[in-house]
């Protein structure tokens, strides 16, 4: 009787150990990704993983300035905690772009388990063949060479995106503030618009000039002529789409602030007879 029920056991076991081993592997390979944890150091397609401590991850999200509208993209997401956090702390809505599908599918487990899976997704792809221009923040931890990679895509990108980057910079482009939490520092970058070449400036009330402005990254320099004059052109700055920059004629400096929308500004003007000034571009930069 005893030897029975022992063979009984062991046939239902068997039949248990075969009815999973029948299972399609789809389902096979589920059930194990549930058990997937990432080890630190792991190999990656580009880089380790190595996961950003959560308070330099929320402070990298607040020198972005994140808010509900919005849409933050984090290159290289890994198990998604700079996702969840914008999701759940910031209220944006934002996309992880992940190379392994194991850590995919752990970001997607976090984000339902801390109830932001609407607003907190994610996909397996390469970041160098994903389109993310529609970011308005953009979030990455990679090594400088790869930053540098994307710094073309990232530079085409809207006028006013913020980019932070933990730990590495984008060579020499500079950052337009450097911050730190626990010891490790983050960097950010605000995409600069597009002003290098010829614009006739026109001064409401006042002078007219032709600019030519020559654009490194935020920075902008170059000459000015007017009244048959050249003059020069003093603390070029652009803040995204603003403008900053000054005209010394003689001993009189006139200050312009304005906005870049594509082939025109406008702002206003400090010094001088006038107090609005507009722009057109009528030349490309060289």
């Known amino acids: 009787m005893l030897a029975r029920r022992h063979a009984a056991r062991l046939i239902t076991l068997l039949l248990v150990i075969s009815g999973f081993a029948a299972l399609p592997a789809a389902a096979q390979t589920a059930a ?5 944890t990432p080890s630190v150091g792991q190999e990656g397609k580009d880089v380790i993983w190595v996961p950003t401590p959560q308070s330099l991850v929320e402070r990298m999200l607040q020198m ?11 290159l290289g997401s890994g198990d998604g905690r700079t996702v969840i956090t914008a999701a759940k702390k910031f209220g944006a ?17 976090n984000a339902q ?3 932001v899976a609407e607003r907190a997704q994610f996909t397996r792809a390469d970041i160098f063949q994903t389109d993310f221009s529609q970011a308005t923040v953009l979030t990455m931890y990679l090594l400088p060479s790869l930053n540098v990679k994307l710094r073309p895509t990232i530079l085409n990108m809207k006028p006013g995106t913020r980019v932070v980057s933990h730990a590495f910079t984008m060579d020499d482009w500079q950052p337009d503030q450097v911050d730190s939490s626990e010891g490790r520092t983050a960097y950010m970058w605000i995409v600069p618009a597009k002003v290098g070449g010829t614009w006739r400036i026109e001064v409401a009330g006042g002078p007219r000039y032709e600019a030519a402005f020559a654009q490194q990254y935020q920075t902008v320099s170059g000459n000015v002529k007017g009244d048959g004059k050249t003059l020069q052109l003093t603390n070029g700055k652009l803040v995204g789409g603003n403008i900053v920059f000054a005209v010394e004629e003689g001993n009189a400096t006139r200050e312009f602030t304005g906005t870049v929308n594509g082939d025109r500004m406008e702002g206003a003007v400090k010094g001088g007879t006038g107090t609005k000034w507009t722009a057109v571009r009528v030349g490309e930069a060289h």
Do not use: I, S
């Open 32 to 36: 194990g990704a549930k058990d997937y």
């Open 93 to 109: 809505k934002a996309l992880g772009v992940e190379y392994n599908p194991d850590m995919v599918e752990l970001a997607k487990r």
């Open 113 to 115: 388990k801390e109830g």
């Open 64 to 74: 972005a300035g994140t808010k509900p509208t919005d849409y933050v993209v984090d």
